[in-house]
């Protein structure tokens, strides 16, 4: 069993827009890319980034009218320690920084990080500071035609929600050099709750 948080889809996507002029002001919304079938696609969330060494489980797919990302938390590019986790003050690397992206060709860039941001914006929230942990990598063109947005094993998503309510079901898939078995990447649980301004959700899962 397992006691964990994680931030509500909703909440990262929201840091995305408001704090990143990126994906949705760079250019107008369009549909969806042609992707690969899902049980192809050699890019997908839950696949294992790397950046500068630091290993993380990648999160979910975005795009816009001229690229596709995948998005990982901005601590994986942090350059401290493991209990700096203070997004307004741990250092970090840099946006253009490259990501290695597991099943890609070629390495992504980092084009936006919620710490590098918030940094530059001076924020002082500590909910925010503390919480808003959100990297966007955009993937080189060579490899969006083996990209698929769909979660393994579970599917989805198919829409935003703000955040989960106490004893609701919940899923996860996590991929993780130290876990090498792909059969316990699939996780379910309960939530018990958000907290910290809508910022946390605490989990509670078995493994398989």
């Known amino acids: ?34 992707w690969a079938p899902a049980a192809t696609a050699a890019v997908h969330p839950g696949v294992q980034t790397f950046t500068q060494g630091a290993q993380c489980t990648a999160n979910f797919i975005y795009y816009d009218s001229t690229n596709v990302y995948i998005g990982q938390a901005a601590h994986c ?19 253009g920084t490259q990501v290695t992206v597991q099943g890609a060709s070629r390495p992504g860039t980092m084009i936006y990080n919620s710490w590098v ?7 002082q929230d500590a909910n925010t500071c503390a919480y808003n942990d959100l990297a966007l990598v955009k993937l080189d063109a060579a490899d969006v035609g083996n990209v698929n947005p ?45 907290d910290s301004g809508g910022w946390q959700q605490t989990v509670y899962t078995l493994t398989p």
């Open 1 to 34: 069993m397992r006691l964990f948080r994680v931030l509500p889809f909703a909440a990262l996507l929201a840091a995305a827009l408001v704090l990143f002029g990126g994906v949705s002001a760079i250019a107008p919304a369009r549909s969806a890319p042609a």
């Open 77 to 95: 590019s942090g350059t401290g320690g493991n209990t700096q986790t203070n997004g307004c003050t741990s250092p970090t690397l840099p946006v």
């Open 117 to 123: 941001t918030m940094q530059s914006l001076g924020e």
């Open 150 to 194: 769909s979660v393994p094993h579970w599917g989805g998503p198919n829409g935003l929600a703000g955040g989960t309510g106490f004893l609701e079901q919940v899923y996860s898939y996590g991929n993780s050099e130290l876990r090498p078995v792909s059969l316990l990447s699939p996780k379910t649980g309960v939530s018990l709750g958000s």
